[in-house]
C-alpha cells in the first residue's frame, strides 16, 4: 500500500481528470497542508497542463497508467467521465493505491458487481464522492437525530433542484436522472437510514422537451421505506428559478430538525414594498458545496493514513446505484420496487 514517505508527511495525490469536479479537486488538495499534488492526468493534456501549472512539481500525463506507476503518488483521485471509473479502480487496487472515486462508480451494476469482491479484499481502500454526507449543515442534522433530540426517525424529506439542466451532451451520456442526479440524494437517504428496503417512484417533463427528446425526465418523486418502517421522500427538478434548491426535514416522535437553503448572506431587508428580503440562494454545486468537498477531502486523507474515518466506501457507492436503477424501474412500471442492500 502507498503511503508518505515520513508519518506526517503531506499525502500526495495523483488526479485523473481536469474538468469541472477535478478542478474542485486540485483546489481542495492547494488548500489543504497535508496534501500536495503531484501528478495530473486527461487525455486532453492541455486540461491537465492548466491544472498543473497551479501545483508547482506536478507532473502531467494523457495516459491514466502513468499515475498508478508514479511511485511520488500515495493515492488517487478519479475524476474523470462514468465510463472509466470501473477500470480506473482496478487499476488503483492493482497499483496498492488508495482510491477516491467520484460517483456512480458505473451505469451498469454488473460492472460494479464484477469489481465488488476484489474491492472488498483489497488492501488499500476505496472510497467514493458522496460529499454530501460532509456538508456541515446535514452532517449535524444527522449527528442530532443520532443523539435522539428528535426521537425515532419517522419521516425524512430531500428537496434537490437544480438552478438549470445541464448541456444536451452531458445528459444524454448522464444515465438518466436518477443515476446522474438523484443518486446523491439516495446516500444522503442512506447517511440517515442505512436500510432501505422499497422504492416507488415517478417521473415527468414539466418543462423540458429536449430533456423529453432523450428518453429522459426533468422531473421526479420518490417515496422509500426504511426497514423501521421510516419513510423517506425525495423531491428533484432539473430547474429551479431561485437558484440552487438543497433542503432537508427529518421529523421525528420528538420534534423536527430542518436544513434550509444556504445563502451567501443572512441580511434581510424590510421595506414598504417587501419585508424579509434577502438576496438569491447560491446558485450552484461548486458554491453550495464548497466547504463539504474540502471536508470530504479532509477525511479521505486519514483513511490513507490508517486513521478512523467517515468516508464512504464502495458498499455505500454500490446501494446508491441499486437505489438509482430500481427508481428508475419504479417509474417506467409503475410498480413499487423491493430492494435487498
Known amino acids: 500500500m502507498s503511503a508518505p514517505d515520513q508519518p506526517g508527511a503531506p499525502v500526495r495525490f495523483g488526479l485523473i481528470g481536469t474538468g469541472r469536479i477535478g478542478q474542485v479537486h486540485a483546489g481542495s488538495i492547494a488548500r489543504l497542508p497535508d496534501a500536495v499534488l503531484t501528478h495530473v492526468c486527461d487525455p486532453l493534456v492541455d486540461g491537465a497542463r492548466k491544472v498543473a501549472a497551479a501545483h508547482e512539481g506536478a507532473r502531467v500525463s494523457a495516459d491514466a497508467a502513468e499515475v498508478f506507476a508514479d511511485e511520488r503518488v500515495d493515492a488517487v483521485i478519479v475524476a474523470s467521465p462514468t465510463a472509466t471509473h470501473v477500470d480506473l479502480l482496478a487499476a488503483a487496487l492493482e ?20 469489481l465488488r469482491e476484489r474491492a472488498a479484499e483489497a488492501p488499500v481502500p476505496v472510497a467514493l464522492g458522496f460529499n454530501r454526507r460532509f456538508d456541515p449543515h446535514f452532517a449535524e442534522a444527522r449527528g442530532r437525530v443520532a443523539a435522539g433530540e428528535i426521537g425515532r426517525l419517522e419521516h425524512l424529506q430531500i428537496t434537490s433542484r437544480d438552478p438549470a439542466p445541464a448541456p444536451a451532451e452531458y445528459l444524454r451520456s448522464s444515465g438518466g436522472i436518477f443515476r446522474d442526479m438523484t443518486i446523491h440524494d439516495f446516500d444522503t437517504a442512506r447517511f440517515f437510514v442505512p436500510d432501505i428496503v422499497s422504492v416507488q417512484a415517478s417521473g415527468g417533463n414539466v418543462f423540458s422537451e429536449e430533456i423529453a427528446g432523450i428518453g429522459d425526465w426533468d422531473s421526479v418523486a420518490v417515496i422509500m421505506r426504511g426497514r423501521g418502517g421510516e419513510f423517506i421522500t425525495i423531491t428533484n427538478s432539473r430547474h429551479s428559478a431561485y437558484g440552487y434548491d438543497q433542503r432537508l426535514e427529518v421529523f421525528g416522535s420528538e420534534g423536527l430538525i430542518e436544513v434550509p437553503n444556504v445563502g451567501d448572506t443572512t441580511v434581510r431587508l424590510h421595506t414598504a414594498a417587501a419585508v424579509e428580503s434577502r438576496r438569491p440562494y447560491q446558485n450552484f454545486i461548486f458554491e453550495r458545496y464548497a466547504e463539504a468537498y474540502l471536508l470530504e477531502l479532509a477525511e479521505f486523507i486519514r483513511l490513507v493514513r490508517g486513521e478512523e474515518s467517515r468516508s464512504p466506501g464502495f458498499e455505500d457507492g454500490r446501494a446508491a446505484l441499486v437505489l438509482a436503477l430500481a427508481a428508475e424501474e419504479s417509474a417506467r412500471t409503475g410498480r413499487t420496487v423491493d430492494v435487498d442492500l
Open 95 to 114: 497499483a496498492g493505491k488508495p482510491v477516491l472515486c467520484e460517483k456512480p462508480i458505473d451505469l451498469d451494476l454488473s460492472r460494479v458487481d464484477a
